[in-house]
């Protein structure tokens, strides 16, 4: 094949090389691949954050649990009462929302095991650590329920409650249930009592 190379010093043969059109080209890629990412990205798997809001303040209250050696009576088949306790306090506490829950535990002392909170979680894992006897062997009910009143004295909420949970009578400790019970009355705390055991002994 005969080619003649008169061709090539043609003033055609070779397009200038044009800087708008190439910039025009290389504009429509760049759209055309973040757009495809776009689509690709908007696709994949993504976290949703979900936070509930309340209009209302709920109730503060705290649980006053008995830890003394008699909540070991075994008539809670197949646990005692202790565990009997913790297992309601937990179905409890299931059943809140909007509450800030607080604990104090109880027998010959009486302490503060979780300050009111909507850490309902917290709660649980503490509740599930407690052994019986930590404080001692005997029952003080007004010691149980001051140190409730003082971890409820400063709170804002429209309602603060006690819920006291014990098998027995007050037999230590420097405070009656009396008189903790009427320091919870000034200050407008309500105290709930939950007898656990059979009948003839609460």
């Avoid at 190379?5 to 190439?22: L, M, Q």
């Avoid at 025009?24 to 994949?44: K, P, V």
Wanted: with cysteine; aromatic share 8%; charged share 20%.
């Amino acid at each position: 094949i005969l080619f003649n190379v008169n061709i090539w010093k043609g003033s055609d043969s070779f397009r200038k090389v044009n800087p708008a059109r190439i910039f025009n080209i290389f504009f429509w890629i760049l759209f055309w691949s973040g757009f495809c990412s776009y689509i690709i990205a908007s696709g994949g798997p993504h976290i949703v954050e979900k936070e509930r809001i309340y209009l209302t303040k709920g109730v503060d209250l705290v649980i006053a649990l008995d830890e003394s050696g008699s909540m070991s009576t075994p008539d809670f088949e197949p646990g005692n009462r202790f565990e009997s306790a913790k297992r309601v306090i937990k179905e409890f506490t299931q059943s809140r929302e909007n509450d800030q829950i607080g604990m104090v535990t109880f027998a010959s002392d009486a302490v503060l095991r979780v300050p009111p909170t909507l850490d309902y979680k917290i709660l649980e894992h503490i509740l599930d650590g407690l052994k019986l006897m930590e404080l001692g062997e005997e029952t003080a009910i007004g010691m149980g329920i001051a140190v409730a009143v003082l971890h409820l004295k400063s709170s804002t909420a429209p309602d603060r409650i006690i819920i006291l949970i014990t098998d027995g009578v007050n037999n230590a400790g420097n405070i009656t249930p009396e008189q903790a019970a009427n320091l919870a009355s000034q200050l407008g705390i309500r105290i709930y009592t939950i007898g656990i055991g059979r009948e003839s002994d609460t």
